[in-house]
């Protein structure tokens, strides 16, 4: 007769690891996913609902957008915190200069159009470059200079219309690129998968893609390789700029009017949770855009089901730091993990 000793609470460890493991394993974006939509779905007869579902894509679109270049200024080494007030201040001033264009010019509504996208794209890279600037050139902390450009870009835009909507713009715009759809969905759906596409190529296929995780990893490596640190560092911020404009831009249009507004702190705070969420490690050198796109999918489906099942809203953000918690403790784990193989 044989016995086998167990230790106490044995079972139930052995248990509990398995599921750490899994968790490890298959990543805790998806469980969590599946959890929220199984959920909600059972809950709330208007979740699964085909006008719903559109708009959950929709605003997942402009997140996943800027989410996407605020991964890439991370897994640098650094942040952008002006995210949210470049998308403001680019709705600002291309509301503006297309309806100044549109009254100057006359005409056909293209050529305006133009001119109004140009400058918000425009106006979104030069907060780029002069964040990136300050970094490579000035090594001051990202963290500091973005808080700062991101006062200062909100107040912008705020000058601009002192608080008031800016209308005017051709009508054209509007439908083309607010409104208009293509096989049922949005065209910010079809312009966000493009963008992560883009990104995905950029990571894997690049050496700019390859050089910010080299200097994102191991700085003083990169250096000694022969990487152009300043270049690819002021690279990443131009490019989250540009990108903050752009959901600047889908954003007015889907409005029909510019707003100093849009974006805020809320959208710099989500745009840090997806790349978080999403594999991003905040000590650089590590994560996937495409990763990401999911999890800025992921905050857009929770922040949803939360509104439908009427949960105050004040609570909200108590959830989404909650999980941003749990994702870097998640992250620090696995580190550690890793090491001890």
Known sequence: MSTTATLPGGPGRQSGQDILNLVLTVGLLPVLMAIV????????????????VVNILRMASFLAII?????????????????????????????????AAASAIGG???????????????SGLAVGLFNGLCVARLKVSGFVVTLGTMS?????????TNGIPVYGMPKGFVQA???????????????????????A???????????VYAIGGNQEAAVVSGVSIRRHLVGTYVLSGGLAATVG????????????SLGGDAMMLQSIAAAV??????????????????????????GNALNLLHIDSRLQPIFLGLIMVLAVALDEFSRRRMSRV
């Open 37 to 52: 939509i199984i959920g909600t779905s059972l809950m709330s007869p208007y979740f699964l609902g085909w006008m719903n």
């Open 67 to 99: 989410a996407c270049g605020q991964a890439m200024v991370i897994i640098a080494g650094g942040f952008d915190l002006s995210v949210g007030a470049v998308v403001a201040l680019a709705s600002v001033v291309t509301a503006k200069a297309m309806a």
């Open 108 to 122: 056909p509504d293209i050529l305006a159009i133009v001119i109004g996208i140009a400058a918000g794209l425009g």
């Open 152 to 160: 200062a870009t909100a107040g912008i835009g705020l000058l601009l």
């Open 177 to 199: 690129i607010g409104r208009s759809q293509i096989l049922g969905f949005p065209l910010a759906i079809y312009i966000a998968l493009a963008v992560v596409l883009a990104m």
């Open 201 to 211: 190529f950029v990571q894997r296929r690049t050496l700019f893609g390859r050089y």
């Open 249 to 260: 831009i889908l954003l007015t249009a889907l409005v029909g009017s510019g707003q100093a």
């Open 277 to 302: 969420i999403g594999g991003v490690s905040l000590r650089g050198g590590i994560g996937r855009v495409e990763v990401v796109a999911v999890a800025a999918l992921f905050l857009t489906i929770l």
